[in-house]
């Protein structure tokens, strides 16, 4: 069962903003939602509760024959910095302008 | 190369376009002169792509996705930007913060989605093609709610780069027209390898389609005739596949029994996913401006409620959950676990059968606002996702319909056999046209 405070704080986590007025809605649905994904309780083929979720993707990428694919570190034709920052909504000095961090 | 530019001016009485290009312009190639719509998801260079949400209003890509770049560099003429579900969270272009599609079949109906604006201005006649993209049906659902032929191709054959990434395991750019050998002629342009996306392989697409199927062996899935499936839309696809038979094909019952927790591992997947992906929507390097006098994380939550739509808000919070300690056991690894033996249901069924066929969709084209609750949105993908979490090549063909409105059926095959796909959709058009 999640609680509207469960919510609240998820909401926190991935900085969507959350009105309280919102909260009662928002946990109704994720109860509905959360109770039919309860069904990947009956997934079988590995112990999935105890198995590490690292053992899980190295695995898979065994068996789907994975590789990194990575080029040479050397300099190439791109964007230029007039560009690359165009769409930002704050720029100062060619530079992107953020809120402050600390 | 000469230039030379098209008059465009369709009659959108459907909602289908975000942007039109009243006078695109156009080279040489196999595809000169061609109008194609592209989905607002898919960067174009110079033209603004908001992905139908508000977060990014007024964006303009600096670039072309690869795809882009490939249809004009055969002569295609970029018609305009299309409507679609919010970032591609939806099945029915309802979750557009700039208003829903219409059905051009029925006003009162949605397209589909989440490429719903593109399946409405093929389906319309406004352009000859269009593209899409596919997380876990989003062009064979609007395909076949239109009644229009899409493809999903094989996870890798398409390059994602300049794809806006919503679920990028599991998403991929397609083709879409009227008909099989247009869908075959786009895919021809849009497939091959892209040093840019390293999940890109090297596997062009160089095929004219061919109706002779005399031999092939579907497999038809219980699943996709069992419940929560319209017997209607049922019965009409068995015809279908009825009529594959008069052609020299065989069909084999078969059983998918990982579709059991497939849709719930889709969902697990995709919302996981979307949460990392959409972290980037902070207001600062594009869409509508951080507040900078703020504090970090107030200024990014101020913008990200403004800016994204309740879906997108509801699926980054369920990504969040998912991912987050305690839970991940629980949710996103049983989830990989579930995915990894839908591959393998797929690859056991693939030694005895060239294609599995069944109903694209369980229902026709529902009303617009019928399905105000979201799981029961949700459950309306059961017979797409599958497909996005094996990364096989799917199709939705037109294969009849029911109270008037299409049905579409989808034809699935092994990895990198799109060929084979589309060719089995050929054969079924050809048999039936008038």
């Not at chain 1, 649905?29 to 590995?46: H, K, P, S, T």
């Not at chain 2, 009644?147 to 390059?159: A, D, M, Q």
């Not at chain 2, 009529?243 to 029994?257: F, H, K, N, Y």
């Not at chain 2, 033996?341 to 019928?370: S, W, Y």
């Amino acid at each position: 069962m999640v609680t509207e405070k469960d919510v609240e704080h998820i909401g926190e986590l991935a900085d969507i903003g959350i009105d309280t007025a919102e909260l009662a809605t928002f946990t109704g649905q994720f109860n509905a939602i959360v109770e039919y994904f309860d069904v990947l309780d009956r997934v079988q083929g590995d112990d999935a509760v105890t198995r590490d979720l690292y053992n899980v993707l190295r695995d898979d990428a065994v068996t789907r024959d994975l590789y990194n694919v990575l080029r040479d570190d050397v300099v190439e034709p791109s964007l230029s910095q007039d560009e690359a920052t165009r769409n930002a909504g704050a720029r100062e000095d060619g530079f992107i302008k953020a809120p402050r961090v600390m | 190369m000469a230039v030379h530019t098209i008059n465009f001016e369709p009659d959108d009485r459907y909602n289908a376009f975000l942007k039109v290009c009243a006078k695109p312009s156009h080279g040489e190639g196999k595809l000169v002169g061609i109008a194609i719509a592209v989905k607002d998801n898919i960067s174009t260079q110079g033209i603004e792509t908001t992905c139908a949400s508000k977060i990014l209003k007024g964006y303009v890509p600096p670039y072309d996705a690869h795809a882009v770049g490939l249809i004009k560099n055969a002569g295609a003429a970029v018609a305009g930007k299309t409507n679609m579900d919010e970032f591609g969270m939806g099945t029915s272009t309802e979750n557009s913060a700039f208003g829903p599609t219409l059905n051009p079949r029925d006003t009162g109906r949605v397209p589909g989605g989440s490429s719903g604006g593109s399946a409405a201005v093929v389906a319309a006649g406004m352009v000859r093609m269009a593209l899409g993209t596919d997380t876990g049906g989003s062009i064979r659902c609007p395909a076949a709610f239109c009644g229009i032929v899409g493809l999903k191709p094989t996870y890798g054959r398409v390059s994602r780069y300049g794809l806006i990434a919503y679920a990028n395991s599991l998403e991929t750019i397609g083709p879409m027209a009227t008909n099989v050998a247009d869908v075959s002629l786009l895919m021809s342009v849009i497939a091959g390898h892209d040093r840019k996306d390293t999940t890109s392989h090297d596997k062009p697409y160089d095929h004219t389609p061919s109706g002779d199927i005399n031999g092939l062996r579907i497999g038809v899935p219980e699943e996709y005739f069992g419940k929560g499936v319209d017997p209607e839309v049922a019965a009409v696809v068995r015809r279908a596949i009825g009529r594959l038979e008069d052609l020299g094909a065989s069909t084999v019952p078969c059983s998918i029994p990982s579709m059991e927790y497939a849709l719930a591992a889709y969902y697990v997947i995709c919302t996981s996913e979307a949460s990392s992906n959409l972290a980037r929507f902070d207001g600062v390097r594009y869409g509508p401006a951080a507040d900078t006098r703020k504090s970090w994380h107030a200024a990014y939550q101020d913008v990200r409620k403004q800016g994204f739509g309740p879906e997108v808000r509801r699926r980054i919070m369920l990504g969040t959950f998912a991912l987050s300690s305690g839970y991940y056991g629980k949710y996103y690894a049983k989830a990989q676990i579930a995915r990894e033996n839908v591959r393998k249901d797929f690859a056991r069924l693939f030694q005895d059968v060239d294609v599995l066929c069944g109903p694209t969709m369980p229902m026709i084209a529902f009303k617009l606002g019928e399905k105000s609750d979201p799981l029961s949105m949700y459950l309306s993908d059961i017979l797409t996702v599958p497909v996005n979490l094996a990364g096989i090549p799917a199709i939705s063909v037109p294969c009849g319909k029911v109270q008037g409105m299409p049905v579409g059926l989808q034809v699935m095959g092994r990895p990198f056999e799109d060929e084979r796909v589309i060719d089995v959709a050929y054969a079924y058009e050809q048999a039936v046209k008038p």
